[in-house]
């Protein structure tokens, strides 16, 4: 009985593999053939922003979608790569609510697009804000024993910003990231960069400043 197994499997073992390869290979083309749906999210993605306009606000930041497609071609689909677009060249100061529709969406031709939830987006902008403002070295440790600090030189001193009103209004200055001075016995030279990444700004300010440490014997 045995022996009579063992030549069901052996005799013609090349073509039972060869079916059995094929057979694979029509599930997985039936598989990706038939159409599915799935949940998904994409984030919002705002664009073409007036150049006298900043963005305070967005809401929601994402939004949840219900597709339906081949799997071959729901398979390609990476969640950060789903984005909404919303247009703002024509907005205004304010509050402007923006109607979402499927064709906002960048998906692969033949995904259909159920549903998006929720709907719509508000996008609440200001009138850009410019402000000078004094750039203060954020200084950590002490010098060498016997050593003292002689003098701190920011190069530059300001940083020009333009961004939110409600942030940059009451702002007198921006702090730089750590120098840690500990026991140094000579001049310190470094580029730090700025503390301004909380802020939403407009353009491209500068991000790194110039610090130079001088130190004296007391």
Known sequence: MVDKLKGFFAENLGLKIISLFLAFSLWIFVKGSMR???????????????????????????????LRGFLSQLATLSPRDLRIIVDLRDATQGL????????????PRGVEVLAISPSQVEVRLSRVMSKVVRIRPLIKGRPREGF?????????????????PE??????EVK??????????????????????NLRLKGEPIRKVRIRVEVERR
């Open 36 to 66: 599915e749906e799935v949940d998904a999210r994409a984030v919002v993605e705002l664009r073409e922003v007036p150049s006298h306009l900043i963005v305070t606000s967005v809401e929601p930041e994402a939004v949840n979608l219900r």
């Open 176 to 197: 730089t990231e750590e120098i840690d001075i500990s026991g140094i016995d000579e001049g310190l030279y470094a580029e730090v960069p700025l503390q301004i990444s």
């Open 148 to 164: 003292t600090i002689k003098e701190i030189r920011v190069d530059p001193p300001y940083v020009m910003l333009r961004g939110n």
């Open 96 to 107: 402007n609510v923006f109607k979402l529709h499927s064709t906002d969406l960048q998906i």
């Open 167 to 172: 942030e940059l209004d009451e702002l007198t």
